[in-house]
């Protein structure tokens, strides 16, 4: 799918190089999705090596998009090269401990500035609404405040880590009634102690304590590369909680920063947030890419199901449907009107991915034959030869042995040699329970294969 930027996609639609086809069903695809996030409460977080990148004035604008369309946003920054700088230019020894920084007077006020002119810098960019847009100048209100609070990390392991600190709480009712008024709400690394102490934190101590605090609908971290990869499959594109504690678990050797990132998340989503996402910060429109398409570009990190095979209900008619009519078109299946699906619905199993469903199939038991049907097997061609066919034929093989089936028989004209690949041998008419034989089809001419289970 086109990876276009909804404000600059709208913008530049008469230009020549854009296809308005394709935009189009871009923008349908997404409206789901822009409908689903209207309300909800996403945090996103990036560090202080974002705000000095070029992209950044194009992330600012898609995240004042986002307000516009009735996010409610918590942005949530870091600032470790602007500390860093601060303190190599006052020759201020930089002191790590466990990962840790040691943050004592004279660095505080290196961390307090830095946290200071990233705010504003943000805020300023927040301010000038989509520049070149029919949003420029849009009132997008910005809200910072002291509404961490945080106490010393104290001494541990023999080491006083000074003014480092990490989250006690966060006000969230303060938050929420700003999120509420359609404010944007900037959290900076640092927090106050109720004795009016500044605490230096790590962002992304303050990202999972507004994640989980907020109870957050997604987690969103901005990072340096594509995501989770692995070796053989590449980009890894969703992960069950389970599965990414396991992966950090198999990955000691991560990166510092990805391994904070994606400690974060599980601890988020173990918490209630319902999904996390780790995003290439150096791909332009990154984050609506990731949000407003049904794969996005980066990592899903997800307490609940993101893709669940399940029985079919009335309500799936319109989305099955919408997959087989291309294949009935070309001949591929039988055509099944809307009135005889939404009879037969209680037969079908579809595969559902994001609320989307990508995959169907049928099972007709014929049970004075121990046999049954399978029938109207469709996989949306975006996700063809990546094994959801054989999902539904394993969930569809179980289904019909806890039926008492031991034969699943299946006709077709087109595609015989993905059955025959997995078990089903080749038979001829007269192997077909009797009442199917009558309702044969010989204009098609079908061939039938049979399976032992």
Not at 213 to 218: C, E, P, S, T
Request: charge should be negative; hydrophobic fraction near 45%; charged fraction near 25%.
């Amino acid at each position: 799918m086109p990876a276009y930027s909804i404000a600059g996609t709208v913008i530049r639609l008469m230009d020549s190089h854009i296809d308005p086809q394709a935009f189009v069903r871009w923008f349908r695809n997404s409206s789901p999705y822009i409908n689903a996030f209207r309300g909800r409460t996403f945090v996103v977080a990036f560090g202080g090596e974002v705000i000095a990148e070029e992209q950044f004035a194009g992330l600012v604008h898609d995240l004042a998009l986002l307000t516009s369309l009735g996010v409610r946003l918590v942005l949530v920054h870091g600032a470790r090269p602007q500390i860093e700088e601060r303190l190599q230019a006052r020759d201020i020894e930089l002191q790590y401990v466990n990962g840790l920084r040691v943050t004592d007077e004279a660095a505080l006020a290196c961390v307090i500035e830095a946290a200071g002119v990233v705010r504003v810098s943000i805020e300023a960019l927040l301010s000038m609404g989509l520049a070149n847009s029919p949003m420029a100048g849009a009132d997008i209100r910005v809200a910072s405040g002291n509404f961490m609070t945080a106490q010393p990390l104290g001494v541990r392991d023999g080491v006083d880590y000074l003014h480092t600190g990490e989250v006690r709480r966060l006000d969230t009712v303060a938050v929420n009634r700003l999120l509420d008024s359609g404010s944007l709400v900037l959290l900076s690394p640092l927090g106050y102690s109720p004795t009016g102490e500044v605490f230096n934190l790590s962002a992304e101590d303050v990202a999972t304590a507004a994640a989980v605090q907020l109870q957050a609908d997604k987690l969103i971290y901005l990072i340096d590369g594509d995501g989770l990869n692995a070796e053989a499959q590449g980009l890894i594109r969703q992960l069950s909680l389970p599965e990414a504690q396991q992966y950090i678990q198999d990955h000691p050797e991560l990166p510092d920063s990805m391994g904070r990132s994606l400690f974060s998340t599980i601890y988020a989503c173990s918490k209630g947030v319902a999904r996390a996402h780790l995003i290439n910060r150096h791909v332009d429109g990154s984050l609506l890419i990731e949000l407003f398409t049904r794969d996005g570009i980066g990592t899903l990190i997800s307490a609940e199901s993101y893709e669940d095979i399940r029985q079919a209900s009335i309500e799936d008619v319109g989305g099955i449907l919408e997959l087989i009519t291309p294949l009935e078109n070309e001949g591929v299946l039988v055509r099944r009107g809307r009135e005889r699906l939404e009879t037969e619905i209680d037969h079908f199993t579809v595969l559902e991915r994001d609320g989307t469903v990508i995959a169907c199939a049928a099972l007709y038991p014929f049970s004075e034959d121990s046999c049954g049907e399978l029938a109207c097997m469709a996989v949306h061609p975006d996700y063809r030869k990546q094994g959801r066919g054989d999902e539904l034929l394993e969930y569809l093989e179980r289904s019909a042995r806890s039926l008492a089936i031991t034969r699943l028989f299946v006709l077709t004209t087109r595609t015989a040699h993905w059955f025959l690949e997995r078990g089903f041998k080749a038979a001829n008419l007269n192997d077909l329970p009797m009442a199917r034989r009558q309702m044969y089809n010989y204009q098609r001419r079908s061939k039938v294969f049979i399976k032992e289970l």
